[in-house]
């Protein structure tokens, strides 16, 4: 039953319009609930596939792996012309590098908003803590000066 209402939803989001903008404005708001919702699906599946890739390269088998891969790279050196041999550790660790990046920056955001959340939870229960700190990480990330 909601699979046909959001089928509904998305069709009638899907329809032609004058402009792009016009399809995802919030007057239309059939369609913008419906691209929103497409936002949240990819969101959440994007998100799960970063903490395990993330969660994968944490583990130790992962560096061993590493090193073997860097040493039969070396061996490689005397069976490759060096062109060869440099361009193609010089890709592996630009792409992997490049992708890392993200995976690791947005596991370090997930995991410094869970810790702002526990210390706001600890201030609040106790009872003489001073409140005016809370949520200060959250202020200063929207530019607001410091109390």
């Not at 599946?45 to 090193?67: D, Q, S, Y």
Request: proline share 3%.
């Amino acid at each position: 039953m909601a699979e046909q209402a959001r089928a509904r939803v998305c069709s009638a989001a899907s329809q032609p319009r004058t402009s792009w903008y016009h399809r995802l404005s919030p007057i239309n708001t059939k369609a913008y609930n419906c691209y929103m919702k497409r936002f949240e699906v990819v969101k959440e599946k994007l998100t799960v596939a970063m903490n395990k890739v993330a969660e994968f390269v944490g583990r130790p088998f992962v560096f061993l792996a590493m090193i073997v891969i860097i040493a039969v790279w070396f061996v490689a050196s005397n069976f490759l012309p060096y062109d060869v041999w440099f361009d193609i550790m010089d890709v592996t660790i630009f792409i992997t590098t490049f992708f890392l990046l993200f995976v690791l920056q947005a596991s370090q955001n997930a995991d410094t908003e869970a810790i702002q959340d526990k210390l706001d939870e600890i201030i609040d229960a106790l009872p003489r803590a001073q409140t005016s700190k809370k949520g200060e990480e959250k202020r200063l990330k929207r530019g607001k000066a410091k109390r």
